[in-house]
């Protein structure tokens, strides 16, 4: 049963720390991957942006409900300013750190499941 539906009173950044919670329980260390699979691709210098700015009629595919890939893109710079998260910051830590990546996913991640995202378009 998706959590979610299941607990209304959580607010979404505890419904998703209690999904890190099962996910590191299950996977261990090996819980990033599991969880956030290649969501930082989406934000700014990720690789589908790369392969969108190769091929920009991929922007134009209705990937998520509703909305195209652009549009979610922008969603994600939206969360990222929202959140005060530094871009040049995220493109260090990509390199160096992706423990550290994920402190400055997270909010932007919560945010975007405010937005109505769901974990499984959001793991993609």
């Known amino acids: 049963m998706d959590p979610e539906s299941t607990d209304q009173a959580l607010s979404m950044k505890e419904i998703v720390n209690r999904e890190i919670g099962q996910c590191k329980q299950t996977y261990g260390e090996k819980w990033r991957g599991h969880y956030f699979n290649n969501f930082e691709c ?3 210098g990720g690789l589908y942006r790369i392969i969108c700015e190769a091929n920009p009629k ?3 595919l209705d990937k998520y409900p509703g909305k195209n890939t652009r549009e979610m893109f922008s969603d994600v710079d939206k969360a990222i300013e929202e959140c ?3 871009i040049p910051e995220i ?3 990509r390199c160096c750190d992706l423990a550290g ?3 400055f996913m997270l909010p932007v991640y919560v945010r975007l499941r405010e937005m109505g995202y769901t974990k ?3 793991f993609a």
């Open 120 to 122: 499984d378009e959001l």
């Open 91 to 93: 493109e260090r830590l």
């Open 84 to 86: 005060g998260i530094d």
């Open 58 to 60: 991929i922007l134009e």
């Open 101 to 103: 990546l994920d402190d």
């Open 42 to 44: 989406n934000l700014p």
